[in-house]
């Protein structure tokens, strides 16, 4: 159990367009998730916490106007990449939090995003 | 600031030793220690992981060490074999924050 899709797995795009990425938990409720971009050979730098129902979180130096999450239903997050640039090229992966009980909240990860813009 | 140092950031191992991956923490509000691995163009995952109260944690082929005074924790791939070739993470969370080692790729020879 516990798995956790993105959609589409690689999308490449036109400057300018915007993109839209789908994160979905398959099997269980996810109230809070997460997403990171990752730069090649380099950990996972988090981006904004997803809260069903309520703004996301972002972390310092991430644009909120560029990076739109929307979290709507306890099973799907989505993160739209508004007038992409070739800088915006990555690769982005989401999480969703397993409530398992007691202090310990496991994250399972989707398969990633990866994004090119031309 | 990182909040968790890992080391190697690369290693290579021939088939059958034993790799050895070490991260090193300073919050002592963690009280959750995954490992990750992650092959190139997917996603992290869970490898394995411990908590604060046992010193040590066993599954299968991979070891997880916990020296709570030290504030440190390893990684032990025993009998490595060429399909454990990834990079491996280790990451430190309580409740919502969640942080990631830089990472150590891992590569087995044959």
């Known amino acids: 159990g516990a798995v956790v899709s993105q959609h589409p797995s690689w999308v490449i795009c036109k400057s300018g367009t915007s993109v839209k990425i789908e994160c979905r938990s398959l099997d269980f409720q996810a109230t809070t998730m997460f997403w990171y971009r990752q730069f090649p050979k380099q950990s996972l730098m988090l981006m904004a916490t997803?809260?069903?129902?309520?703004?996301?979180?972002?972390e310092q130096g991430v644009e909120k106007d560029k990076f739109l999450i929307n979290h709507a239903s306890l099973t799907l997050s989505t993160l739209t990449v508004t007038s992409a640039h070739p800088e915006d090229s990555s690769f982005y992966i989401c999480s969703a939090r397993h409530p398992s009980g007691g202090r310990v909240n496991e994250q399972f990860f989707g398969p990633g995003t990866r994004l090119t813009v031309l | 600031q990182q909040q968790v140092k890992q080391s190697p950031q690369s290693l290579i191992v021939q088939k059958g030793g034993i790799s050895i991956i070490n991260c090193a923490y300073e919050?002592?509000?963690?009280?959750?220690f995954p490992w990750y691995q992650q092959f190139p163009g997917k996603g992290p995952a869970l490898l394995i992981a411990?908590?604060?109260?046992?010193s040590e944690k066993k599954e299968g082929r991979f070891t997880i060490s916990f020296n709570k005074s030290a504030k440190q924790f390893s990684l032990h791939i025993m009998d490595s074999q060429p399909g454990d070739s990834a990079t491996y993470f280790c990451?430190?969370?309580?409740?919502?924050?969640?942080?990631f080692g830089t990472g150590t790729s891992l590569t087995v020879i044959p």
């Open positions: 997803s809260n069903e129902g309520s703004k996301a979180t972002y």
């Open positions: 919050n002592t509000a963690f009280d959750y």
């Open positions: 411990i908590r604060p109260d046992v």
């Open positions: 990451a430190a969370t309580s409740g919502n924050q969640f942080y």
